[in-house]
């Protein structure tokens, strides 16, 4: 990183603070106080780059906003177990961490609104990044174990989406996503009974 101001390349320098946070939280050590300045400070820079109008690196601001999605998810969820399958592929099955916490609202209106921004910043690039931030916001949307919060998250996600720029052309796809909470909500539903 202390090569990357040398460079006179600012994509450089924020992308080597965003893969910083991001190996962090893959590395379990984001919690961690003595990395707990340097969060701050990199997260403090990104947000207010980031927070510019035509940020012009998506790239960086996609990655950034899916990790800061993932930390707020792996707070209060995590693996129960695997599945596999006679195809010999597996998926995963996730519970709360703690069944007594209560989801806080807010926490989870803030993970939401990271991965829709990610999908905003995906849609700058072009329709295949796009495609690659549906992907992961589905993805989240299918791993919620409760329907508390897939009801904030139908609460809250239309007018998340319409936030977005890019994303307000994307009538379809937000129709999709729509339809994606309601069949996870019915799943958890007959399985609950």
């Known amino acids: 990183m202390e090569k990357c101001p040398e460079s006179g390349d ?21 919690d961690n106080p003595a990395y707990q300045d340097k969060i701050k400070n990199y997260t403090h820079e990104l947000e207010k780059k980031i927070g510019e109008r035509n940020y012009p690196y998506p790239w960086v601001a996609t990655r950034f ?43 989870l209106v803030q993970m939401y609104r990271k991965y829709i921004e990610a999908c905003n910043y995906k849609a700058c690039y072009n329709e295949l990044s796009f495609e690659a931030g549906l992907r992961v916001l589905r993805r989240r949307i299918e791993m919620l174990p409760d329907r508390g ?13 319409k936030e977005g720029e890019q994303l307000q052309k994307k009538k379809e796809e937000r129709k999709g996503i729509l339809e994606i909470i309601r069949m996870r909500s019915l799943v958890l539903q007959y399985e609950e009974e």
């Open 149 to 161: 919060s897939l009801d904030i998250l139908r609460d809250v996600f239309e007018n998340i989406w």
């Open 65 to 107: 906003r899916i990790t800061q999605g993932d930390i707020l998810f792996s707070r209060y969820y995590c693996i129960e177990e695997r599945l596999g399958n006679e195809d010999g592929y597996s998926s995963y099955k996730f519970k709360k961490k703690n069944e007594k916490e209560k989801v806080e609202r807010k926490d």
């Open 10 to 30: 600012d994509s450089r320098l924020d992308d080597a603070k965003q893969s910083y946070l991001t190996a962090l939280y893959f590395s379990g050590d984001y």
